[in-house]
């Protein structure tokens, strides 16, 4: 059996860091084809600092990290230092990765890959807010035949 293409589209927090070991170390069943950064727990120049030393730490630098939306589609942004520290990985050392960022946005990548991928689609693991994939659907609708599958984390801390 051959190893499941992935996209991660992510805002490293520390839940999003520990989902990113957790596909890098498994590469028999996980193909990660590239990493999106969004803003979320944290502003995106943090998020797609913080998706490179996962990778850093990983020994991954081979894996391919791009900057996208740098803000909600429709509000203000939300970020959650209350919950993730400063850094959005507090409690970790924080130092200038090795692993380099990619000059394409993250929502022109995932057209192009989607595009490119219609018969042998991937599946997309959004873990934090779903703006890139958002954007990347409005602007590209017939992207949609590239994914597999969208395979989501969500839901509400201390939400009643």
Do not use: K, W
Request: glycine share 8%; net charge negative.
């Amino acid at each position: 059996m051959s190893a499941r293409p992935i996209i991660i589209d992510c805002d490293p927090g520390q839940d999003d860091a520990v989902a990113l070991f957790l596909a890098m170390a498994s590469p028999d069943e996980l193909e990660i084809v590239g990493i999106t950064a969004v803003a979320g727990n944290v502003p995106l120049t943090l998020t797609e600092r913080n998706c490179r030393i996962m990778c850093d730490v990983a020994g991954q630098t081979q894996l391919r990290v791009f900057a996208g939306c740098d803000r909600p589609l429709t509000r203000e942004p939300i970020t959650a230092e209350y919950v993730h520290g400063d850094t959005g990985i507090d409690g970790m050392d924080v130092f200038d990765p090795v692993t380099p960022l990619q000059s394409r946005h993250a929502v022109d990548f995932l057209i192009e890959t989607l595009r490119d991928r219609r018969q042998a689609p991937v599946t997309l693991v959004p873990t934090g807010p779903l703006t890139n994939i958002g954007a990347a659907i409005q602007r590209a609708p017939d992207i949609v035949d590239g994914i597999e599958e969208i395979i989501i984390m969500g839901g509400a801390m201390r939400e009643g």
